[in-house]
């Protein structure tokens, strides 16, 4: 069963940095695309940063261009989401979220699977 569980997430003063991580399980990490996302209080779920499965190309939202970076770690079958100059804008349960590449998509595997989330919490 391929699993995504987060963690690194916590209560930070505005101007601090946090490092979010994900750890894939389950199934062939190098297989998956990898993304961030996240949803503040009484706001849609929004997406913060991606990673292609080769590790080759990163997409940011707009928001976080320059601040956040987002790394995956093949030895670990994890990704990594390192925040910087946090806002309190940034205040938000954050979810990974893995999807498969197409080429390598099996019916028995479901094509994208989300993590509980961890709460990230910026103080002004």
């Known amino acids: 069963q391929v699993q995504v569980v987060e963690s690194g997430g916590g209560l930070v003063q505005s101007g601090g940095s946090l490092r979010l991580s994900c750890a894939h399980s389950?199934?062939?990490?190098?297989?998956?695309?990898m993304s961030w996302y996240r949803q503040a209080p009484g706001k849609a779920r929004e997406f913060v940063a991606g990673i292609t499965s080769n590790g080759g190309r990163t997409n940011y939202a707009d928001s976080v261009k320059g601040r956040f970076t987002i790394t995956r770690d093949y030895a670990r079958n994890t990704i990594h989401l390192q925040m910087n100059s946090l806002k309190s804008e940034d205040t938000a349960v954050y979810y990974c979220?893995?999807?498969?590449?197409?080429?390598?998509?099996?019916?028995?595997?479901?094509?994208?699977?989300w993590g509980r989330g961890t709460l990230v919490t910026v103080s002004s």
């Open positions: 979220n893995a999807k498969v590449v197409p080429a390598f998509a099996r019916p028995e595997y479901p094509a994208e699977v």
């Open positions: 389950g199934d062939t990490f190098s297989n998956y695309a």
